[in-house]
């Protein structure tokens, strides 16, 4: 070859190659480019959803979550599996739950110490309240001591004094039934139970522990394989049990998912969301490296890329990723329309810091007025939309359906896998419960107490802290496209 020639070849080459870095320095990120546009299932692209995640809430639930009637949860991480014995163990000491000492908890916040309370009164007003609505009474009245003393012991006797009147017998009967057919979609911890312990959230963050193996594996194989309608002649996609199936990559899997009906697709999307939001935080708050005893965290991209990249995952990745947005759209949803129930004078975030609670009432319908104004919610009204009986049907096993992998969460091994799977399937739990009791919320009076729709403090900390948690994954999401897109340059 003349030198000519291999100049000419080398020129090529070389305009080649920098034509190739052009391309490569402006080409997007391969998560960024499949998790966009328009989600299945309802009118809402995931565009509008990071710029209202990121300017509007993001903020204001970080600032909520701080708060000590938001930051301190009670649950027992002592029930035991009631599925099998539970062998698995944390690889690191990060997975031990620090259990809050009760001189730290606010004295509201002790006082609550079990779900409704009725007033040992006269007043039939009083007879039916819940503790939030009750405690709100007291400290509007009072605010002293004395007061407070008066509902800690209300709540820890928990019944109805022998001179009530015939009314107020009534209403607690009503109530009491009420209770008993109640749409609870989870399995609820006793919190009277001696096993049962608060914890503080803010001390106790969701990051990797290192549980992983046989025993993570069982739970979740356990939710898909057992609770999300599939017959076990489907495979989901990346099941190491399935059987070699060539190259069908999962598709036959989503076949079958779109040829079922909107509320059983639903259901798997709201578990998939779910499992795509907790893998975001390992990968977020990863254990980079301990020197000297000291931990140090952050994103790990390798790992995000394990658990999201197209290529790695067989395109199941950006699918999971949808997911959690839809799940965003489901709590989002939820939480504008639970916002009468807060919106009422008679509710208070009662800890016994009056002016503390009144600034975080102030600053959670600040947040539901940002809910309501979301102008592309998920309509639930599509929903259980059929024939009464078996919209009926259907519904309750939806219901037990979750309500059974609230349970499975008592079989996570690790501690702190087991206080945030806990939490977060409360808080979704919750949801469903305020999207199916829209009847009843509408009927809310505002000065009076609400024989129909309650929640527990419990279930409101679930609530709150499970969107919390969603919403911090999406910005999550949105730093690592950050970091991947600088990981690129670097690269070239």
């Excluded at 990249?309 to 959690?324: A, F, Q, S």
């Excluded at 009662?350 to 600040?366: R, W």
């Excluded at 359906?401 to 087991?418: A, L, Q, W, Y």
Aim: include cysteine; proline fraction near 4%; glycine fraction near 6%.
């Amino acid at each position: 070859m003349s030198p000519g020639v291999r100049r000419a070849g080398a020129g090529q080459g070389a305009a080649t190659a920098v034509q190739l870095l052009i391309t490569l320095s402006f080409l997007p990120s391969v998560v960024e480019a499949q998790v966009t546009g328009v989600l299945d299932d309802c009118l809402c692209d995931i565009d509008s959803i990071d710029n209202f995640n990121t300017f509007k809430i993001f903020p204001k639930i970080k600032k909520l979550q701080e708060r000590d009637y938001f930051r301190y949860y009670k649950v027992n991480l002592k029930r035991p599996c009631p599925f099998w014995a539970e062998d698995g163990h944390c690889s690191i000491k990060d997975c031990h739950v620090e259990p809050c000492p009760e001189s730290k908890i606010p004295v509201g916040i002790k006082a609550g110490n079990s779900n409704k309370v009725f007033a040992i009164t006269n007043n039939d007003a009083l007879a039916s309240l819940s503790f939030v609505e009750l405690c709100t009474y007291y400290s509007k009245v009072a605010n002293n001591t004395k007061e407070l003393e008066d509902c800690e012991q209300a709540s820890k006797l928990g019944a109805i004094n022998s001179t009530l009147s015939n009314q107020s017998k009534e209403a607690f009967i009503d109530w009491a039934r009420y209770d008993d057919s109640q749409d609870h979609f989870c399995e609820l911890d006793d919190e009277r139970s001696p096993a049962a312990q608060y914890v503080d959230l803010l001390l106790n963050p969701e990051r990797y522990t290192g549980y992983k193996g046989s025993s993570a594996w069982r739970v979740w194989n356990s939710i898909y394989e057992e609770n999300c309608f599939k017959p076990r002649s489907v495979y989901r996609p990346l099941n190491p049990l399935a059987p070699s199936r060539g190259e069908d990559d999962g598709e036959s899997f989503y076949t079958w998912l779109e040829g079922l009906c909107l509320e059983k697709r639903v259901f798997y999307k709201l578990i998939s969301g779910l499992h795509a939001s907790i893998n975001l935080h390992l990968c977020a708050n990863y254990l980079l490296e301990e020197t000297w005893g000291k931990p140090s965290w952050g994103p790990n991209i390798k790992e995000f890329k394990r658990r999201f990249d197209p290529v790695e995952t067989k395109g199941e990745g950006p699918r999971r990723l949808k997911n959690l947005y839809f799940l965003y759209l489901i709590e989002l949803r939820a939480l504008s329309k639970v916002a009468p129930y807060f919106e009422r004078s008679i509710v208070d975030l009662y800890t016994g810091n009056v002016q503390e609670d009144a600034d975080t009432k102030t600053l959670l319908l600040n947040i539901f007025q940002d809910t309501k104004s979301f102008p592309m919610h998920f309509d639930e009204k599509s929903m259980f939309a059929g024939d009464k009986k078996g919209a009926k049907s259907l519904k309750e096993e939806f219901r037990l359906h979750f309500k059974n992998i609230s349970r499975i969460m008592d079989c996570v091994g690790c501690d702190k896998c087991r206080l945030w799977g806990k939490l977060q399937t409360q808080g979704l739990g919750t949801a469903l419960k305020i999207l199916f009791s829209e009847k009843e919320i509408q009927k809310l009076p505002e000065n009076s107490p609400s024989k129909g729709f309650q929640l527990t403090r419990q279930e409101i900390v679930a609530l709150l802290n499970a969107f919390g948690r969603l919403s911090t994954s999406i910005r999550e999401l949105q730093n690592f496209k950050v970091l991947l897109q600088h990981s690129r340059c670097h690269c070239i």
